[in-house]
């Protein structure tokens, strides 16, 4: 009896152990095995997102940030403001600097001192869809016109890579300045701008900014990546699928449907039909995540209460 | 008295609380003890207790083994690669090697940092797990530790150790030992176990030591600032006993790491 389920169990270890060593050797017929049967090698359907949660306030010495994962990526977006003098040309505007990392604990690709090829790029088109999208007002992150106005240093650390890291560092992004809350400011004698904390301090000193402590916030934008194989479109890569996949489109819709961005960066071509029907799968994506935001947003509100 | 501050204790760490509480929960215990007038030793032992927050296996699955450690505002993730070929055209050699690299994020500290490698705690990471680690079972190759301080907010680097430790072993690197690392700061006539950044700011001296419980052997020791002699050795105890405790949390983490991520 013992005997034969250690038979079995042998059995159906070195079945596993052949699927695994398959995968390895064979990545490619591996994924299209799979494809042909209408389903993913982590049991998703091709046009299926990972799940994703977002959790406001992870970073308490921060004015915003979020925490978001998308199935095994995660990524912590934190906003820090400070003062600083507006320049010339837009005397009354604020501004945001923009910066993704990849340190070494997020994937065995990168090690220290040698910066992530992929980092600066997914910094670039961060950048190019937070300022074109129009979800900002930078008018509201002026305090005095052309004496005082707030920076905003955006920092995106990933902390597990895997796949989509643009389209988890956007919502990430997004989270973090619904999260932001703008510190009260005064002005000192000797005309320098200077933050007040705690209670004492809002009756002691003229406020500069009483009201608007939070950002209005525009059209949202909302990002999917689909990796693109024959006739297959896979929603929301992982690394591994990245890795075989050459190709791939990043669609950025924002909450009226608009289009802010389409990226496809190289690899094989595509038609139109394709790519048309990225962006229908990328508008089914963006009312989803902006159901995710809505509720950690609600979720925080909660947690405040308590 | 006693019966009070065992109420408030199973107040703060009553699994039902939310973590709001637990965060708290230091600075709401020294207060107890400063109200209690309760011995150093003892407070100090409560203190650590109180203190031990978050330890967890497994944050960044793209790594061999990672550990993630919450010690008040303190929040650390060490990654451990490997073994894997080293870097570097490196001679040949016998036994492996191991890297460690600690960088702090830009946002960790209350000014925005350059969010650069820090080189001194790389160093002394090094130098606190090279004792534990059998590098003999990895000839030519290279294990990495790289840890992110995602907020400081005190006692950095002996958290740091720890949670290498506890990712090492999620690794499943072979060790002598757990190394487990706790500081104190002392503060006039107070010695505070586990101190937070502001305590470390005002401490008259400081005192670190990395520790293998199950070795009694220490690996690392660091005395800084003024100190008089019975302290030190008291300290120096002190610090090897709440080693030993955390120790026993870091296996129970190791033996169910499962039951952490549900709670």
New interface residues.
């Given amino acids: 009896m013992s005997a034969e389920t250690d038979a079995t169990a042998a059995g159906g270890l070195a079945g596993e152990m052949e699927v695994e060593a398959y995968r390895r050797l064979f990545p490619l017929a591996f994924l299209e095995r799979h494809l042909r049967e209408s389903v993913r090698p982590d049991a998703r359907r091709l046009a299926e997102a990972r799940p994703t949660t977002v959790a406001l306030g992870a970073v308490s010495s921060a004015h915003g940030s979020a925490l978001v994962r998308l199935g095994d990526t995660a990524m912590l977006a934190s906003i820090k403001l400070e003062v600083m003098s507006p320049s010339a040309e837009t005397p009354d505007q604020g501004s945001v600097a923009v910066e993704f990392h990849m340190p070494p604990i997020c994937s065995p690709l990168v090690r220290p001192g040698r910066p992530a090829e992929a980092a600066p790029v997914i910094s670039k088109a961060l950048e190019d869809v937070l300022m074109s999208s129009g979800m900002l007002n930078l008018k509201e992150l002026c305090l005095i016109s052309g004496k005082a106005s707030w920076v905003a240093y955006l920092d995106v650390y990933c902390l597990n890579a895997d796949g989509s890291l643009f389209d988890a560092a956007l919502i990430s992004v997004v989270a973090a300045f619904t999260h932001l809350e703008i510190p009260l400011v005064s002005v000192g004698d000797d005309g320098r701008v200077f933050t007040v904390g705690g209670n004492e301090g809002k009756t002691k000193y003229e406020l500069v900014n009483r009201e608007k402590r939070k950002l209005t916030l525009g059209d949202i934008p909302f990002p999917l990546t689909c990796a693109l194989h024959k006739d297959s479109i896979l929603a929301d890569p992982t690394a591994e699928e990245e890795s075989i996949i050459e190709t791939s489109v990043t669609v950025v819709l924002d909450s009226s449907g608009r289009l802010v961005s389409i990226q496809k960066p190289g690899g094989g071509v595509t038609s139109m039909a394709t790519i048309k029907a990225c962006i229908g799968l990328a508008k089914e994506r963006g009312q989803k995540l902006k159901e995710i935001l809505t509720d950690s947003v609600e979720a925080m509100e909660v947690d405040q209460a308590e | 008295m006693m019966e009070l501050l065992d109420f408030m204790l199973s107040w703060c760490f009553s699994s039902t609380q ?1 973590k709001g509480y637990m965060l708290c929960s230091t600075v709401f215990l020294r207060r107890i003890c400063t109200l209690l007038s309760v011995s150093a030793d003892d407070a100090i032992m409560l203190l650590l207790l109180g203190n031990t927050e978050v330890m967890q296996t497994g ?5 061999s083994g ?1 550990a993630y450690a919450e010690f008040g ?1 303190t929040k650390v ?3 451990v ?1 490997g073994p ?1 070929e080293s ?1 570097k055209a490196m001679l040949y050699s016998d036994t492996g090697r191991l890297n460690c ?1 600690v ?1 702090y ?6 000014i ?1 940092g350059q ?1 650069l ?1 820090n080189k001194e705690y790389s160093g002394m990471l090094h130098k606190a797990l090279e004792g534990a680690v059998m590098l003999h079972t990895f000839p030519k190759t290279t294990v ?1 530790v ?3 301080v ?3 907010g005190g006692s950095d680097l002996p958290i740091i150790i720890s949670c290498a430790s506890l990712a090492l072993a999620d690794a499943g690197i072979m060790m002598y030992d757990l190394v487990t690392s706790v500081s104190v700061s002392c503060l006039g006539k107070n010695v505070l176990i586990d101190p937070t950044s502001d305590e470390e700011a005002w401490q008259d001296g400081g005192l670190m030591v990395s520790y293998m419980p199950a070795r009694k052997e220490i690996t690392q020791l660091t005395l800084t600032g003024e100190w008089t002699d019975g302290k030190i050795t008291n300290a120096v105890e002190l610090c090897m006993d709440a080693c030993s405790k955390l120790c026993e949390i870091l296996r129970e983490r190791l033996k169910d790491p499962a039951s952490l991520a549900s709670e």
Avoid: H, M
């Fill in positions: 939310p944050p960044t699955t793209a790594a990672s505002k993730i060490v990654s690669f894997r870097k690299s960088s994020t830009t946002f960790a500290t209350g925005r969010g490698e990495d790289f840890a992110l995602l907020e400081s």
